[in-house]
């Protein structure tokens, strides 16, 4: 492939400023002038909304950085790299998505020998095949530079803007690199005098290994692959490694003085680049050169249009700093780590570890909640591109899917596994989860979504339809109806309780399983139903029906399942997912819906978060918004970027503060919290689900739906609402003073009147009150629009206000004010 394919009033004296000490982002004396592509436009009420970052918010990190995970990432789907260094040594590690080892551990196709239909009980023959080295993530290894004598690096920064990685040297000039977002290279630019030494390794080469313990994968020479074979000349460095099956890649770097500068040109090129009879390196070896013929200058500028395009899809505005910055560096990650016509993010994303070792877990696609999480944000941001990744990569591994359903499940359609390779082969793992059939049905989810939120009406009857179908097929042949008549799977579960014992199979059906059976099947019925399948929308509603209700204690709490309590701290939202994000026990629901709710939040809450991971608090911060409950919303999404993050952002699985957030204390770097994080924020902003889920175009607009007391003013433009619709909207002294809506479709649009007893403003005619909303019917394209009046005043503190989150001790995970 020669391009990256791809389009792409009064303030609380709480708010924190632009230089918070405790934010990853920030530091005092932050370097301001930096490239700078920031736009706006400004709203009826004269507010101006930005389109791009803003400098303040670009990542800003001193010298030295010593560990991977905290280096300045950058990207361009395809391939990633992550800057990081110090003194006057410069290192970018390098990745690409589509480096892997697919051999398996012990017999191949050892799914066909040991299938779920057979499993005793109290069985699990699946746990040993995830002990081996591989399948596995590869690394691609790391170009290291050695700076004139006499420069050092005093510190890093990213522009999201710009997505440009720089290291500003002693003499205050600065290394440049950026990943084209056009183009399958990446390019450093050196200023001054040419580096000492330049050296192009391949992974396994070093030393350093930041890590240790249960979640490293381990040694690359573990792999058993044979030397890289270098080579080089005057001006380019290469090397070819052979991995397994025939699979190989080359890393090459050409060099070039232009201008008293050091240009450098970066390509890795695979096997999967290249036509019969064509040769990776000299593919690798002219993609640098043309490269370096159209100079630095001008592939920047074709990557910083893509980026501005990026950018200019919605915006958001929030008052606390480190928190608007986690969403912005969340949302680049999107754009740095996933696009259309490229494997999609496994655990590590294009940022695999570069310590010497594999990445943790694998660096895989868990299915029981990571990549799941991962893809939740893009639909509200409007950044379609980078959910493709995942969604085209599911429908063309259909074939491969349906075989594992036939072979493990034994049944016709379909079926993801819950833990797998870049192939979609299984991998095994603790078996209650990684091979539990329902895990495709959250997958599922995501086509549905992907529908909902552009509106797009040939997705769902092109792919969104077919897939989940397929879905529902093998899950509707493994049920059963029990004494009673309700449908049962023979096995059920619930993600990541109990570990890998006996107790983790639980009675079926678990609440986990049934809330991902009856969000496909009602799913499935709206979808058929938006076709005009009537028949097939009948049998899906049915089918949903004869699942039977939710298990509950007599006080209203969420069970396990039919007979088991939680009792213990659990990372996983798994029996309560049925409020988050599947939507079918809500706030608009009835009173039995609002005792679950109150009662299983109060069991959470007696539990304490001693065994939550960082994705915990991003989960639950959408889950409280979800249910209104915005000052708890706002702790968790605090708690998340004060305590599970690194220097850079990333999130990290562990508690990092030394505050007892969690008993957790490592520093496993994956992506689904970051994402959960996003989502969390625009949860507090924006939402639009339907009180009836499987009721075909239902959705209400809620605007300001769960914002805390503390963010007094705050504002959006563009976010995508169910429907396609396009939302922008103010708010001033704790109330909405001004919003828009560009409706997506033909029909009726509800706004949900949470206005505080104030009358819209309208610009539009023909809207009228029906029950707690405001109605009206639009043509796609059409506008509307309202403002409404500003208080005097703020309202008064509520008891209940969450304060901000303030760390004590701060390890040195997190970037500290100088």
Same mark, same amino acid.
């Given at each position: 492939?020669?391009?990256?394919?791809?389009s792409t009033?009064?303030?609380?004296?709480?708010?924190?400023?632009?230089?918070?000490p405790?934010?990853?982002?920030?530091v005092?004396?932050?370097?301001?002038?930096?490239?700078?592509?920031?736009?706006?436009?400004?709203?009826?009420?004269?507010?101006?909304?930005?389109?791009?970052?803003?400098?303040e918010?670009?990542?800003?990190l001193?010298?030295?950085?010593?560990?991977w995970?905290?280096?300045i990432p950058?990207?361009?789907?395809?391939?990633?790299?992550?800057?990081?260094?110090?003194h006057?040594?410069?290192?970018?590690?390098?990745?690409?998505?589509?480096?892997?080892?697919?051999?398996?551990?012990?017999?191949?196709?050892w799914?066909?020998?040991?299938?779920?239909?057979?499993?005793?009980?109290? =069985?699990?023959?699946w746990?040993?095949?995830?002990?081996?080295?591989?399948?596995?993530?590869?690394p691609?290894?790391?170009?290291?530079?050695?700076?004139?004598q006499g420069?050092?690096?005093?510190?890093?920064?990213?522009?999201?803007?710009?997505?440009?990685?720089?290291?500003?040297?002693?003499?205050?000039?600065?290394?440049?690199?950026?990943?084209?977002?056009?183009?399958p290279?990446?390019?450093?630019?050196?200023?001054g005098?040419?580096p000492?030494?330049?050296?192009?390794?391949?992974a396994?080469?070093?030393?350093?290994?930041?890590?240790?313990?249960?979640?490293s =994968?381990g040694? &690359?020479?573990?792999?058993?692959?044979? *030397?890289?074979d270098?080579?080089?000349?005057d001006?380019?460095?290469?090397?070819?490694?052979e991995?397994?099956d025939?699979?190989?890649?080359?890393?090459?770097?050409a060099?070039?003085?232009?201008?008293?500068?050091?240009?450098?040109?970066?390509?890795?090129?695979?096997?999967?680049?290249?036509a019969?009879? #064509?040769d990776l390196?000299?593919?690798?070896?002219s993609?640098?050169?043309d490269?370096?013929?159209?100079?630095?200058?001008?592939i920047?500028?074709?990557?910083?249009?893509?980026?501005?395009?990026?950018?200019?899809?919605?915006?958001?505005?929030?008052?606390?700093?480190?928190?608007?910055?986690?969403?912005?560096?969340?949302r680049?990650?999107?754009?740095?780590?996933?696009r259309?016509?490229a494997?999609?993010m496994?655990?590590?994303?294009?940022w695999?570890?570069?310590?010497?070792?594999?990445p943790?877990?694998?660096?895989?696609?868990?299915?029981?909640?990571?990549?799941?999480?991962?893809?939740m944000?893009?639909?509200?941001a409007?950044?379609?591109?980078?959910? !493709?990744s995942?969604l085209?990569?599911?429908?063309?591994?259909? *074939?491969?899917?349906r075989?594992f359903?036939?072979?493990?499940?034994?049944?016709?359609g379909?079926?993801?596994p819950? &833990?797998m390779?870049?192939s979609?082969? *299984?991998?095994?793992?603790w078996?209650?989860?990684?091979?539990? *059939?329902?895990?495709s049905?959250?997958n599922?989810?995501?086509?549905?979504?992907h529908?909902?939120?552009t509106?797009?009406?040939?997705?769902l009857?092109?792919?969104?339809?077919?897939?989940?179908?397929e879905? =529902?097929?093998?899950?509707?042949?493994?049920l059963?109806?029990?004494?009673?008549?309700?449908? &049962?799977?023979?096995?059920?579960?619930?993600?990541?309780?109990?570990?890998?014992?006996?107790?983790?199979w !639980?009675?079926?059906?678990?609440?986990?399983?049934l809330?991902?059976?009856?969000t496909?099947?009602?799913?499935?019925s709206?979808m058929?139903e938006?076709?005009? !399948?009537?028949?097939?929308?009948?049998s899906?509603?049915?089918?949903?029906?004869?699942?039977?209700?939710?298990?509950?204690?007599?006080?209203?709490?969420?069970?396990?399942?039919?007979?088991?309590l !939680?009792?213990e701290?659990?990372r996983?939202?798994s029996?309560?997912?049925?409020i988050?994000?599947?939507?079918?026990?809500?706030?608009?629901?009835?009173?039995?819906d609002?005792?679950?709710?109150?009662?299983?939040?109060?069991?959470?809450?007696?539990?304490?978060?001693?065994?939550w991971?960082?994705?915990?608090w991003?989960w639950?911060?959408?889950?409280?918004?979800?249910?209104g409950?915005?000052?708890q919303?706002?702790?968790?999404?605090?708690?998340?970027?004060?305590?599970?993050?690194?220097?850079?952002?990333f999130?990290?699985?562990?508690?990092?503060?030394?505050?007892?957030?969690?008993?957790?204390?490592?520093?496993?770097?994956?992506?689904?919290?970051?994402?959960?994080a996003?989502?969390?924020?625009? #949860?507090?902003l924006?939402?639009?689900?339907?009180?009836?889920?499987?009721?075909?175009?239902?959705?209400?607009?809620?605007?300001?739906?769960?914002?805390?007391?503390?963010?007094?003013?705050?504002s959006?433009?563009?976010?995508?609402?169910?429907g396609?619709?396009?939302?922008?909207?103010?708010?001033?002294?704790?109330?909405?003073?001004?919003f828009?809506?560009?409706a997506?479709?033909?029909?009726?649009?509800?706004?949900?009147d949470?206005?505080?007893?104030?009358?819209?403003?309208?610009?539009t005619?023909?809207?009228?009150?029906?029950?707690r909303?405001f109605? &009206?019917?639009?043509?796609k394209?059409d506008?509307?629009?309202?403002?409404?009046?500003a208080?005097?005043?703020?309202p008064?503190?509520?008891?209940?206000?969450?304060p901000?989150?303030?760390?004590g001790?701060?390890?040195?995970?997190?970037?500290?004010?100088?």
């Amino acid at each position: 492939m020669a391009r990256i394919t791809g389009s792409t009033g009064a303030r609380s004296e709480t708010c924190q400023s632009d230089t918070d000490p405790q934010d990853p982002f920030s530091v005092e004396q932050r370097a301001k002038a930096k490239f700078s592509m920031k736009r706006a436009q400004t709203d009826p009420t004269g507010h101006e909304v930005p389109r791009t970052p803003a400098t303040e918010d670009d990542l800003y990190l001193t010298a030295p950085i010593n560990l991977w995970h905290d280096a300045i990432p950058l990207g361009n789907g395809l391939m990633g790299g992550l800057l990081w260094g110090g003194h006057n040594s410069l290192r970018l590690s390098l990745d690409r998505g589509d480096l892997w080892d697919e051999r398996t551990t012990g017999e191949s196709a050892w799914w066909q020998k040991h299938p779920w239909r057979s499993l005793e009980d109290d =069985g699990d023959p699946w746990s040993q095949y995830y002990e081996g080295a591989t399948p596995t993530k590869l690394p691609a290894g790391f170009l290291e530079l050695t700076l004139d004598q006499g420069e050092t690096i005093r510190s890093f920064e990213l522009s999201l803007a710009a997505a440009e990685g720089t290291a500003t040297l002693s003499d205050g000039t600065a290394a440049r690199a950026f990943f084209s977002a056009n183009e399958p290279v990446a390019m450093l630019r050196i200023p001054g005098n040419p580096p000492q030494a330049v050296r192009l390794r391949p992974a396994g080469t070093t030393e350093e290994c930041g890590e240790t313990g249960p979640q490293s =994968g381990g040694a &690359v020479a573990a792999l058993g692959h044979p *030397p890289a074979d270098l080579g080089q000349t005057d001006d380019m460095q290469w090397y070819v490694q052979e991995a397994a099956d025939g699979f190989r890649y080359c890393a090459c770097v050409a060099t070039q003085r232009a201008a008293g500068e050091t240009w450098l040109a970066v390509a890795i090129t695979t096997t999967h680049d290249c036509a019969p009879g #064509e040769d990776l390196l000299a593919l690798a070896k002219s993609r640098c050169r043309d490269a370096l013929r159209r100079g630095y200058a001008e592939i920047f500028a074709d990557h910083v249009a893509w980026w501005r395009e990026f950018w200019d899809r919605s915006s958001i505005e929030v008052p606390e700093p480190h928190i608007r910055r986690a969403h912005r560096f969340a949302r680049y990650l999107y754009g740095a780590g996933s696009r259309q016509g490229a494997p999609p993010m496994p655990l590590q994303g294009v940022w695999t570890a570069d310590n010497g070792g594999l990445p943790p877990w694998k660096g895989d696609y868990h299915n029981d909640l990571n990549t799941q999480l991962t893809y939740m944000a893009y639909q509200e941001a409007g950044n379609f591109e980078s959910g !493709l990744s995942y969604l085209e990569f599911l429908w063309k591994l259909a *074939p491969t899917f349906r075989r594992f359903a036939r072979d493990f499940y034994g049944t016709d359609g379909l079926a993801t596994p819950g &833990v797998m390779s870049l192939s979609g082969q *299984p991998l095994g793992g603790w078996g209650q989860y990684s091979m539990s *059939p329902t895990m495709s049905a959250w997958n599922a989810h995501l086509f549905y979504l992907h529908w909902r939120y552009t509106g797009d009406d040939s997705f769902l009857t092109d792919r969104a339809y077919p897939w989940c179908s397929e879905v =529902g097929r093998c899950l509707r042949e493994l049920l059963k109806p029990d004494a009673e008549g309700v449908l &049962v799977l023979p096995r059920s579960s619930s993600p990541e309780i109990f570990d890998n014992g006996p107790l983790a199979w !639980l009675r079926p059906n678990s609440n986990y399983d049934l809330m991902c059976l009856r969000t496909l099947f009602l799913s499935l019925s709206e979808m058929a139903e938006a076709q005009n !399948l009537t028949s097939d929308a009948s049998s899906w509603v049915r089918a949903a029906a004869e699942l039977g209700d939710f298990h509950a204690a007599a006080d209203g709490e969420l069970l396990l399942d039919a007979c088991t309590l !939680l009792r213990e701290s659990h990372r996983h939202l798994s029996h309560l997912i049925g409020i988050y994000p599947f939507n079918l026990i809500t706030i608009d629901g009835d009173a039995q819906d609002q005792e679950r709710i109150r009662a299983s939040l109060a069991a959470w809450d007696e539990l304490g978060t001693g065994e939550w991971c960082g994705y915990t608090w991003g989960w639950m911060s959408c889950l409280r918004a979800r249910t209104g409950d915005a000052e708890q919303a706002v702790r968790h999404l605090d708690v998340f970027t004060r305590a599970f993050v690194s220097r850079n952002g990333f999130h990290l699985n562990g508690d990092q503060s030394g505050e007892g957030f969690s008993n957790f204390t490592y520093q496993p770097f994956t992506l689904e919290g970051n994402f959960a994080a996003m989502q969390a924020v625009q #949860e507090l902003l924006l939402q639009s689900w339907s009180p009836t889920p499987g009721v075909r175009d239902t959705e209400v607009i809620r605007l300001f739906p769960a914002v805390p007391w503390r963010w007094h003013d705050a504002s959006f433009r563009d976010l995508r609402a169910e429907g396609g619709h396009r939302v922008s909207a103010k708010r001033k002294n704790n109330s909405t003073v001004w919003f828009k809506v560009v409706a997506g479709k033909d029909g009726l649009v509800r706004i949900r009147d949470n206005f505080d007893g104030r009358a819209p403003r309208w610009a539009t005619a023909d809207v009228r009150k029906v029950g707690r909303d405001f109605e &009206v019917r639009l043509s796609k394209g059409d506008v509307l629009e309202a403002t409404l009046a500003a208080p005097a005043q703020l309202p008064p503190e509520p008891s209940d206000a969450a304060p901000p989150v303030v760390v004590g001790v701060v390890g040195n995970s997190l970037e500290r004010a100088r």
